[in-house]
């Protein structure tokens, strides 16, 4: 399967939330980040036909996803940031409303509503009404409801949001289960869950792809710029102030290990680290919220 879009835009007024983008998706499991404003949720929104772009396309196998229509949705999971839901309904009730909506047959619709249930543990809840789940139980109910119809292409805008270590670990799993022969993109702040599961990383800034690539090529560009220095601890707020500081920790010694992205040794004895993910989105985006 072949996701590709040509110089697709999107524009409102006159700010450009996508710009000219030119992206080519087989399967595999992709991971969106950028700051607030980058446009990651009108690009997702885009590929799920619920926008309509200023100018460019979309292509499914060389075919326009507005010409497929209907043909092209029945391919599609989609969690939006904020879904909605009916709070008096119980969590096994949704899943076969949302399942109608989708015209999946009664018999298939609780067999897939079960099943969904189970892998996002919320079976023992089942039958209780939404209003009283928490913001993470809700949150996994999204995402049970994303994948109802066992769609080909799964879009996720923030799927980890409200989920507690343990919630995002069982996620990350069943994702990793459920991603074989489909492509699954996934928009998330918390870069761990991107950096575990995702085999390509889509980094986003100004409605561009800045980075596109596995998480190993992409963090090359900062070889060389990542320090880890010790200071001492009375010390440590200060230099986190002033530098781009992506970690610290104490060591009990009154000392303080800092974790620094620059071009240059930010004190001496400074020693050169391998770069992460999260070092790399932090170069970019540090204090970064896009208008």
Not at 121 to 145: E, N, P, V
Not at 197 to 202: D, F, S, V, Y
Not at 243 to 271: K, M
């Amino acid at each position: 399967m072949k996701l590709k879009t040509i110089e697709l835009t999107k524009k409102f007024g006159s700010k450009t939330a996508v710009n000219t983008l030119n992206i080519t998706l087989t399967n595999g499991v992709y991971g969106l980040l950028g700051a607030n404003g980058a446009g990651k949720t009108t690009f997702m929104r885009l590929l799920c036909n619920i926008q309509d772009p200023t100018s460019g396309t979309i292509l499914l196998n060389g075919k326009n996803i507005v010409r497929l229509g209907e043909k092209y949705r029945n391919l599609l999971g989609y969690l939006p940031q904020h879904f909605g839901y009916y709070p008096d309904f119980s969590a096994f009730d949704f899943l076969l409303y949302v399942s109608a909506l989708k015209g999946l047959d009664e018999k298939l619709a609780r067999k897939r509503s079960h099943e969904l249930l189970e892998a996002v543990d919320l079976s023992r809840d089942s039958r209780r009404k939404i209003k009283t789940f928490s913001g993470g139980m809700k949150q996994r109910l999204g995402i049970a409801q994303a994948m109802l119809n066992d769609p080909h292409i799964l879009i996720l805008d923030e799927p980890t949001a409200g989920l507690d270590p343990k919630e995002r670990v069982r996620f990350r799993n069943l994702i990793s289960a459920f991603s074989k022969d489909r492509i699954v993109i996934l928009s998330t702040h918390i870069v761990s869950d991107v950096e575990f599961i995702a085999e390509k990383i889509m980094m986003m800034k100004s409605g561009q792809i800045i980075h596109f690539g596995n998480p190993q090529e992409i963090t090359s560009e900062i070889d060389g710029k990542v320090w880890e220095c010790t200071v001492p601890t009375g010390m440590a707020e200060k230099y986190a102030a002033s530098c781009n500081t992506s970690n610290l920790r104490n060591t009990g010694e009154n000392q303080t290990v800092l974790r620094i992205i620059a071009d240059r040794p930010p004190v001496e004895h400074a020693i050169k680290v391998q770069p992460t993910l999260e070092d790399l989105y932090l170069f970019y985006f540090k204090g970064d919220r896009e208008i």
